[in-house]
């Protein structure tokens, strides 16, 4: 099979049996066309033909075009590739098995403060339906911390008002139940009682966030949702939907919720992942600190 052949077969696989999101399958394949396109151009032959020399020496051209994260990132994908490839029999070595992923400066995740979120909601006119969708849809994504493609497939069977929660369905088929508070389970009914309706005709689906044609929102159209909110608004923030993830994060921490249940949340498989918001957490009472104490040390 050739490298193109080769590389759907893997994203077949990632998508029916790894249940990967659409995001990651794209991903995937973007790395295994961009090591392909070296091998062709190098002359080194198909998949099954790469050897660890060859594997470090794709790694060493990378060094030039692409941040460490994102060649830890490929790394990862490659292993991945060929663990696939070796339980199907189509190698029989692993080329990239003792590669080591290249050491990332760890950032803090971006986030907002409580003030300027409360910005970006008083700058919204929930007097209209698109109003009101864009309002309770940014309220959602910031009380929940929930994902854009988890915010996409919300269904109304999914919520419970009365009990004031949402069961999410995350990464890899793993559900979580997520709490809602009392303000997000008033802006859900008042947007399923008007605006909704008026945009979806004929129910003939139950997703919960729609577009204004009525029909159920993409994350493209998620994302330009919010953009649009932050370019009406006069807060001069950026703001992605995945910053309001993280801002969600790090205000449960902030305020003294612990890392296991801000995990559980946020649906990560790993603590670890979950660790970098302590940092963010660690930043903000060192400020409070700073600004507050007698005796911090800041001049007047």
Same mark, same amino acid.
């Given at each position: 099979?050739?490298?193109?052949?080769? %590389?759907?077969?893997?994203?077949?696989?990632?998508?029916?049996?790894?249940?990967?999101?659409?995001?990651? *399958? &794209?991903?995937?394949?973007?790395?295994?066309?961009?090591?392909?396109?070296?091998?062709?151009?190098?002359?080194?032959?198909?998949?099954?033909?790469?050897?660890?020399?060859?594997?470090?020496?794709?790694?060493?051209?990378?060094?030039?075009?692409?941040?460490?994260?994102?060649?830890?990132?490929?790394?990862?994908?490659?292993?991945?590739?060929?663990?696939?490839?070796?339980?199907?029999?189509?190698?029989?070595? /692993?080329?990239?098995? $003792?590669?080591?992923?290249?050491?990332? !400066?760890? %950032?803090? +995740?971006?986030? &907002?403060? +409580?003030?300027?979120?409360?910005?970006?909601?008083?700058?919204?006119?929930?007097?209209? $339906? %698109?109003?009101? #969708?864009?309002?309770?849809?940014? !309220?959602?994504?910031?009380?929940?911390?929930?994902?854009?493609?988890?915010?996409?497939?919300?269904?109304?069977?999914?919520?419970?008002?009365?009990?004031?929660?949402?069961?999410? /369905?995350?990464?890899?088929? @793993?559900?979580?139940?997520?709490?809602?508070? &009392?303000?997000?389970? !008033?802006?859900?009914?008042?947007?399923?009682?008007?605006?909704?309706?008026?945009?979806? @005709?004929?129910?003939?689906?139950? &997703?919960?966030? *729609?577009?204004?044609?009525?029909? +159920?929102?993409?994350?493209?159209?998620? #994302?330009?949702?919010?953009?649009?909110?932050?370019?009406?608004?006069?807060?001069?923030?950026?703001?992605?939907?995945?910053?309001?993830?993280?801002?969600?994060?790090?205000?449960?921490?902030?305020?003294?919720?612990?890392?296991?249940?801000?995990?559980?949340?946020?649906?990560?498989?790993?603590?670890?992942?979950?660790?970098?918001?302590?940092?963010?957490?660690? !930043?903000?009472?060192?400020?409070?600190?700073?600004?507050?104490? +007698?005796?911090?040390? @800041?001049?007047?």
């Amino acid at each position: 099979m050739n490298h193109e052949e080769l %590389k759907t077969l893997f994203q077949d696989y990632c998508r029916s049996v790894r249940h990967y999101s659409t995001h990651t *399958v &794209v991903a995937y394949g973007q790395d295994i066309e961009h090591f392909a396109a070296f091998l062709t151009r190098e002359d080194f032959g198909g998949f099954d033909q790469v050897t660890p020399r060859v594997a470090k020496f794709y790694v060493a051209t990378l060094g030039d075009d692409f941040t460490g994260r994102s060649i830890a990132r490929k790394i990862s994908t490659l292993r991945s590739f060929y663990h696939y490839m070796l339980k199907q029999d189509l190698c029989t070595t /692993h080329p990239f098995i $003792d590669i080591a992923l290249p050491r990332s !400066e760890k %950032k803090l +995740p971006r986030f &907002v403060y +409580p003030e300027e979120i409360d910005a970006v909601f008083k700058s919204i006119d929930t007097s209209t $339906d %698109k109003g009101k #969708r864009d309002y309770v849809l940014l !309220e959602t994504l910031y009380m929940t911390g929930i994902r854009v493609s988890e915010l996409c497939a919300m269904r109304f069977r999914d919520l419970n008002l009365s009990g004031r929660t949402v069961l999410i /369905h995350g990464k890899g088929q @793993k559900d979580r139940l997520v709490p809602l508070g &009392v303000r997000l389970v !008033e802006a859900l009914q008042d947007w399923f009682i008007g605006p909704r309706g008026n945009l979806v @005709k004929q129910a003939d689906h139950d &997703v919960v966030f *729609v577009n204004m044609r009525g029909r +159920p929102l993409t994350e493209r159209g998620v #994302r330009h949702i919010v953009e649009a909110v932050l370019d009406a608004s006069s807060t001069h923030l950026h703001i992605t939907p995945h910053t309001l993830r993280h801002t969600f994060a790090s205000h449960l921490l902030s305020r003294g919720a612990d890392l296991r249940s801000v995990q559980a949340l946020l649906g990560h498989a790993s603590i670890s992942t979950t660790q970098i918001y302590t940092g963010i957490a660690k !930043e903000d009472l060192r400020k409070a600190y700073m600004a507050g104490h +007698p005796r911090s040390g @800041k001049k007047d």
